[in-house]
Nanobody, 115 residues
Framework: QVQLVESGGGLVQPGGSLRLSCAAS????????MGWHRQAPGKERELVAA???????RYADSVKGRFTISRDNAKNTVYLQMNSLKPEDTAVYYC?????????WGQGTQVTVSS
């Protein structure tokens, strides 16, 4: 079992920045990869960014060059640095961790980009 707790969401103006954090606890030694997804009202949940072993990363085309995912193994935490935010980035952001065939999710944190 893995527990994930997100933090760092909020209201920001277009062009602003936020950093999301996801702290993992439990069977963290078995985590294969971690990532961030988001879900906007009326839309399906989509992958935003993921970090795999050896710090290999993957990003959605819509956030490339603006978002950066990183993982601090000593703190069992994964971060999502979001810069140059746009109104279309507004969504609930969910952290996930994959252990074999099991996927664990955090409770989500709201990000709202609006003037």
């Amino acid at each position: 079992q893995v527990q994930l707790v997100e933090s760092g969401g909020g209201l920001v103006q277009p062009g602003g920045s936020l950093r999301l954090s996801c702290a993992a606890s439990g069977s963290i030694a078995s985590i294969n990869d971690m990532g961030w997804h988001r879900q906007a009202p009326g839309k399906e949940r989509e992958l935003v960014a993921a970090v795999f072993s050896r710090s290999i990363t993957r990003y959605a085309d819509s956030v490339k060059g603006r978002f950066t995912i990183s993982r601090d193994n000593a703190k069992n935490t994964v971060y999502l640095q979001m810069n140059s935010l746009k109104p279309e980035d507004t969504a609930v952001y969910y952290c996930n961790a994959n252990l074999g065939s099991n996927v664990y999710w955090g409770q989500g944190t709201q990000v709202t980009v609006s003037s």
